[in-house]
Each structure stands twice: as C-alpha cells, then as structure tokens.
C-alpha cells in the first residue's frame, strides 16, 4: 500500500545497510532507464510543455507531451504521491513517443506548487510528513472534479484525437487516482493503469475497486510482490470487480519488485527489467482500448 510509514521504515532500514552490489547496478541503471523503455519502432519526435488547466478552484499546473505533429489519444498521467518531477516529465515524454498526448497532473496544485521534490527521497522525514497531510487533501471528490477538467483540456488541444477514448494512468497514490478518473469520466475513459498503486482495496463505500462498475475501461494493474505479500486479497478482489463489470483487466504480481519499482528516480526500489515489462503492457493496452 501506498503509506508514509511504509516508506519511511523501508527508508530507515536502508540507511542502516551499506550500499549492496545490487543498489550499485540499480543506481547506474535508472540513469539510463527511460530510455531503455519499449517504444514504437520508430519513436515519433515529441515536444513538451509547461500549460495551465482551468479547472473549479482556479488554474492547475501540468506539463503535456506529446508528438509533434498529429492528433493522438489523450492520456492522463497521475505520478506518485511525491508529485510530478523530472522523472515524470521524462516518462510522459516517453509514452508521447509513441503516439500518445500526455498530460502529467500535479495533484495538489491547490495547495503546493511542483515540483514538491527535484527527486524522490525517503528519507526527508519533513518532506514526507507535508506529502502525506497532502494526500489525505485530495479527496475522491476532488479527483473527480479535476479528471473532467483535465479531460475537458485536452479535448481542445490541436495535437490530441479527441474521437478516440482516453487512457489515464498512475504511480501509488496516482494508481488509486486514475480509478476515480476512470469511474468519473466513463465516457471518455478507455483504458486505465495501476503500477504499485495503493489502496485500491478498503472497506470505504468509495473504495476504488467498488467504482469499477461505473467504468468502461480496460484495465492493466501491476502489483509490487511486497505489497500482495502485505495484503494478498487485493489482487482477487480487484480482478473479481472487473469480472463483475464484464471489463477486460490484466491483474498482475510482479515478483520480486517492491513499492516504488516503476519508478526510475526511486533508485534503491527501482527495477529496470520488471519496469520495462509493465511499461511494455501499457502500450499495449493503450493500443487496443483507445479506439
């Protein structure tokens, strides 16, 4: 799941430890990681940007990427609970080399301007504690409200298809936004995408994986090992809810991974050859539902 303490005794632990062999090679390959990810074969040249979204409660911040020339899906981007970062932009840039316009979100642009961090670091105590009185902010209600705006905003951009459905996708805190996103906006959502999201399964009456039968996309959900060891029935329930809504979902533990293991900058979690292979399902996800 995705939580403060977790991340903060995962981050003492590893204090405690001298950098192993494995942490060295994790370091020098997330250097070069985004550009490792599977791609079209022939990557389209992209441009990036700084917009401004009019939203309810005033202007958001976000950074779009998309091909340069064209019109292409819109896919909305939620990144992990540290916010949107260089990292990111590099991840949305990636994904609009593929054909995709990119829309990575600043989740609490009502309270905090990006980037909350230049880098993810889990040893920040003071950080970690601002992030996560943040989180607690951004209501389901909230998301809802400004998955309509951001897909409103993208409608209108020159370079986005908007006769093709969306996709929306998240990181942690961002996998649970990108199921309210999908349940807000059923019309226009296509498909949706979890890597390590947390807290997808709660006994909330708006838990997310109860929000599945509002929605009308497909679904790609990647589960870290750690994180099904700590709650093992989040992957039955998560896939029975999409069995339920009649909705095509590819529910998956990938072993050996921890929380944080799509992420590039989250270097000491970060797992190169797992990343790829999510990274490789999404694009292929993305390619048969957002039609």
């Keep these: 799941m995705c939580d403060a303490e977790i ?7 590893r204090q405690q430890l ?38 309810p409660d005033g202007e958001a911040a976000a950074y779009l990427a ?3 020339q064209g019109r292409h899906p819109a896919v909305l981007m939620w990144p992990d609970w540290l916010g949107p970062r260089p990292a990111y932009e590099k991840l949305a840039e990636q994904l609009a080399a593929s054909g995709y316009a990119v ?25 970690i504690t ?45 996998g649970r936004q990108s199921f309210y996103t999908a349940a807000a906006v059923p019309a226009r959502v296509g498909a949706l995408a979890s890597f390590h999201g947390g ?12 929000l599945v039968s509002q929605m009308r996309a497909q679904a790609l959900v990647a589960i870290a090992a750690n994180d ?24 998956q533990v990938y072993a050996g991974t921890q929380h944080g293991w799509c992420t590039p900058d989250m270097t000491t979690l970060y797992d190169a050859v797992q990343a790829q292979r999510a990274w490789g399902r999404l694009l292929h996800l993305l390619e048969t539902a957002l039609v």
């Design 7 to 13: 991340y903060r005794a995962e981050a003492r632990a």
């Design 18 to 55: 001298a950098l192993s062999r494995r942490d060295f090679n994790l370091l020098t390959l997330a250097a070069g990681a985004i550009a490792a990810l599977p791609t079209h074969a022939a990557p389209l040249p992209t441009r990036g940007e700084a917009v401004r979204v009019p939203t």
């Design 66 to 68: 998309r091909p340069a």
């Design 103 to 127: 829309l990575l979100l600043n989740p609490y642009f009502r309270w905090e301007k990006a980037p909350l961090v230049e880098k993810a670091d889990l040893s920040d105590a003071a950080t």
């Design 130 to 174: 601002k992030v996560r009185g943040l989180v607690a902010r951004f209501t389901p209600e909230l998301i809802a409200r400004d998955s309509h705006a951001y897909l409103a905003f993208m409608d209108k951009q020159p370079g986005v298809n908007a006769k093709r459905r969306a996709g929306v996708f998240g990181y942690c805190a961002g």
């Design 199 to 210: 807290g997808l399964v709660t006994a909330e009456p708006n838990s997310p994986h109860k």
């Design 228 to 251: 099904d060891a700590k709650e093992p029935a989040t992957k039955a329930a998560v896939q029975q809810a999409f069995a339920d809504a009649r909705l095509a979902a590819e529910v």
